[in-house]
Nanobody
């Protein structure tokens, strides 16, 4: 049983930066990967980035070069550093963790989400 809690969302101007954090409690040591999705109103949920148990990362083309995913010093913490934010980045961002397997296709544990609004 795993619980995920996101934080760090808010209002930011275009071109600005924001850092999201996700803290997991429960069984974290055996997780294969953690990552972030986002969903804007009327749009499909989109995989943004993830990081594996071996600290390999992958990013959506739309955020590559602007966003960076990393683990904190504690193994139950994952961060998403978002730079050069654009209005199209506006969405609710959700943290997901899986125990094993391929991140994009494996059902996992979800946080409640945190809203990021990029507005001029």
């Amino acid at each position: 049983q795993v619980q995920l809690v996101e934080s760090g969302g808010g209002l930011v101007q275009p071109g600005g930066s924001q850092r999201l954090s996700c803290v997991a409690s429960g069984t974290i040591s055996s997780m294969g990967a953690m990552g972030w999705y986002r969903q804007a109103p009327g749009k499909q949920r989109e995989l943004v980035a993830y990081i594996t148990s071996l600290d390999k990362t992958d990013y959506a083309d739309s955020v590559k070069g602007r966003f960076s995913i990393s683990r904190g010093n504690a193994k139950n913490l994952v961060r998403l550093q978002m730079n050069s934010l654009k209005p199209e980045d506006t969405a609710r961002y959700y943290c997901k963790a899986i125990l094993d397997g391929t991140f994009a296709t494996t059902p996992g544990f979800w946080g409640q989400g945190t809203q990021v609004t990029v507005s001029s």
